[in-house]
């Protein structure tokens, strides 16, 4: 089904971007600017705001067409895209921005066409507008199997604990060995999910002597 897979919403958004002669520097480039200053760790603004599994932002100046027969065609403005795999439906999502973010969106799209005047404020405009500018999702990144993301978090957490374990146990007595695995699954029961944006490259859970 278009933008939907399982409880997993494919959201897709294209913004057409402000073209001001007089504005210094352009619009897109006060986009960038702003995007490039993001952080994309624990406190990232599509990390705070909830049900958020992943989120790119990028600035489209023009599309090429390398079809047959050849021809040259080109956007009639630069765009904001942004794409978003999330969880639940598509207007509390977007609700949950407006309330958790809105100064960063304002701050994004404020230079896109048509966005509020009022901005995420006027939250049921913010949403009209946003929609407004989706595009159907045929295909999009949804490696997470229908799980929302405490859920894919906690997986991840487990399976980094479980490659850190399998490696540091490599000839292990099987005493120890028994003894440390039943350590890390009662550790893993204990630990709440890892917060989102958390989830660097190694993660390594402690339980027994010979975890690093």
């Excluded at 619009?27 to 406190?43: F, G, M, P, V, W």
């Excluded at 896109?112 to 990144?141: H, N, W």
């Excluded at 980094?160 to 007595?173: K, L, P, W, Y």
Aim: hydrophobic share 40%.
């Amino acid at each position: 089904m278009p933008n939907q897979n399982g409880s997993v919403y494919g959201l897709t958004i294209l913004s057409p971007i402000i073209d001001d002669a007089n504005a210094t520097p352009s619009h897109d480039l006060q986009i960038r600017a702003y995007l490039a200053k993001l952080s994309t760790r624990e406190d990232s603004p599509f990390a705070i705001s909830p049900g958020t599994h992943l989120a790119r932002l990028v600035v489209m100046d023009d599309v090429i067409y390398v079809g047959m027969p050849s021809c040259e065609e080109h956007l009639k403005s630069k765009y904001l895209v942004f794409e978003s795999n999330c969880d639940g439906d598509l207007d509390s999502y977007l609700a949950g921005l407006a309330d958790s973010i809105p100064s960063h969106l304002d701050a994004i799209w404020s230079h896109c066409v048509g966005y509020p005047k009022q901005g995420a404020a006027d939250r049921q405009a913010f949403i009209a507008y946003m929609k407004s500018c989706q595009l159907e999702t045929t295909f999009y990144f949804a490696a997470v199997n229908d799980k929302s993301v405490p859920g894919t978090l906690r997986a991840l957490q487990t399976q980094t604990a479980v490659a850190d374990f399998i490696a540091a146990h490599q000839g292990a007595d099987p005493a120890m060995l028994q003894r440390d695995f039943l350590d890390l699954a009662a550790t893993l029961k204990s630990q709440p999910a890892p917060r989102p944006g958390s989830m660097g490259p190694h993660r390594a859970i402690k339980t027994g002597g010979h975890n690093e």
